[in-house]
């Protein structure tokens, strides 16, 4: 399906009827959704949207996971297609996909006969694909995943390390393909928060200045920072800025290109999946850690939420 683009956040929003939050939204109860969190993240880190999402009636179920937790994947240091880059996401993430199971299964029992929604959020995209694939999907009618790095990275690439050894190669090779259809939906969000940019290029550049993006910010700062003309005086567009090209051997590694657009993690174009609607928002940063409402906000800000809300709620 086409991708949609929503441009720059310049003013707070102003709810609709039909997508405002309000104290009387728990008299309206939308299908529940299970929360499933990114690599690194624990169930805390969600916990502002779960009031959020609340907000509209929708109830709210985190999967129940621990920073700690991630550190089982070291498992996979011991098995040998690790080394070869061939893994597959069982054994080794068995324990996610077992806590996934376990908060469909709290949800279900709020649903009262409704199907659910899954939010995944970054790894916890594709790990909710594997987990429709392992133990189906006839209690899910939504998949909506947020700066998920869906793709794998381009084979045999100089400089470019597949960072999930294998796991991401196995879900393009063996998971269901992206729909959307009145049953199931897949949605897929790209953040479009820094532009990248390569690590070496002909401009040697002094720098102080990258792209950055506030809800009152205006237009995005271009990647290519304003650098100051120390002989004249004058502002002369110098080359990318340290940030981009720190942010670009990021992107770089998971999709294989530097100077494309991302949310400051997982670039634009790997988050998006053929047969989902396709959505990007500018100004969007990857994570809950380290964002902030209004002047970097991540794709669970209230600001950001009430542009996708109508997904789970209509």
């Avoid at 990114?38 to 805390?44: E, K």
């Avoid at 729909?179 to 790209?190: F, G, K, M, N």
């Avoid at 993006?213 to 003309?229: H, P, V």
């Amino acid at each position: 399906m086409a991708s949609v683009v929503f441009p720059s956040l310049k003013l707070r929003p102003s709810f609709s009827a039909a997508t405002s939050p309000s104290s009387s939204a728990g008299d309206v109860k939308h299908r529940p959704a299970v929360i499933l969190p990114g690599l690194g993240n624990n169930s805390g880190d969600y916990k502002k949207l779960q009031v959020t999402l609340g907000e509209y009636g929708v109830p709210v179920v985190v999967a129940a996971v621990s920073r700690l937790d991630w550190f089982r994947n070291a498992a996979g240091l011991v098995d040998p297609a690790y080394w070869r880059g061939t893994l597959r996401p069982r054994p080794v993430l068995d324990w996610y996909l077992k806590r996934i199971d376990d908060a469909v299964r709290e949800a279900n029992e709020l649903a009262q006969g409704q199907r659910l929604s899954l939010i995944g959020h970054s790894a916890g995209g594709w790990l909710a694909r594997v987990y429709m694939e392992e133990y189906g999907n006839s209690d899910i009618s939504l998949l909506l995943t947020l700066g998920t790095p869906h793709l794998p990275p381009p084979r045999g690439q100089s400089g470019v390390i597949d960072q999930t050894r294998g796991l991401l190669y196995y879900v393009e090779e063996h998971c269901a393909k992206a729909v959307y259809t009145p049953e199931l939906r897949y949605v897929c969000i790209a953040g479009r928060y820094i532009r990248g940019a390569p690590l070496v290029n002909n401009v040697d550049a002094d720098v102080d200045s990258d792209v950055t993006m506030g809800i009152n910010s205006g237009a995005a700062i271009s990647e290519f920072a304003i650098a100051s003309d120390k002989k004249s005086g004058s502002q002369v567009s110098s080359g990318p800025s340290f940030r981009a090209r720190f942010v670009g051997q990021g992107y770089k590694q998971v999709c294989g290109k530097a100077d494309v657009w991302g949310d400051g993690v997982v670039p634009e174009v790997s988050a998006h999946l053929e047969g989902a609607l396709n959505v990007s928002f500018d100004g969007v940063y990857h994570s809950p850690v380290g964002s902030d409402d209004k002047t970097r906000p991540w794709y669970g800000s209230p600001v950001i939420v009430k542009d996708w809300i109508h997904h789970l709620i209509e």
